[in-house]
């Protein structure tokens, strides 16, 4: 059984940084791509930001320049550092793993989410 377990979350001002973490554990290979995803109250869950196992990185464009998705493979970690936070960051974000089995099938997990809310 794979776990994504998520950390880093809380209440910032605007104009403040967090940095959210997700490790992954359990019995598999490797991980393919990581990323993270958020969903705002009544809003879809929307991509903000992924990354290959090799490095390769996407974003969203409204988190350009001011968020930074980086991954440590020896710890099955992915980070995300957040900086110049807006209100219309708030959301729960969510950590994704495409994991590796050795039958080298594949699946995607999801962490359980923390929130990030932005306010004065």
């Known amino acids: 059984q794979v776990q994504l377990v998520e950390s880093g979350g809380g209440l910032v001002q605007p104009g403040g940084s967090l940095r959210l973490s997700c490790a992954a554990s359990?019995?598999?290979?490797?991980?393919?791509?990581m990323g993270w995803y958020r969903q705002a109250p009544e809003k879809q869950r929307e991509l903000v930001a992924t990354?290959?196992?090799?490095?390769?990185?996407n974003y969203v464009d409204s988190v350009k320049g001011r968020f930074t998705i980086s991954r440590d493979n020896a710890k099955n970690t992915v980070y995300l550092q957040m900086n110049s936070l807006k209100p219309e960051d708030t959301a729960v974000y969510y950590c994704?793993?495409?994991?590796?089995?050795?039958?080298?099938?594949?699946?995607?997990?999801w962490g359980q989410g923390t929130q990030v809310t932005v306010s004065s």
């Open positions: 994704n793993a495409n994991v590796i089995f050795r039958s080298l099938s594949t699946y995607n997990y």
């Open positions: 359990g019995s598999f290979a490797s991980i393919n791509a």
């Open positions: 990354i290959t196992r090799g490095g390769s990185t």
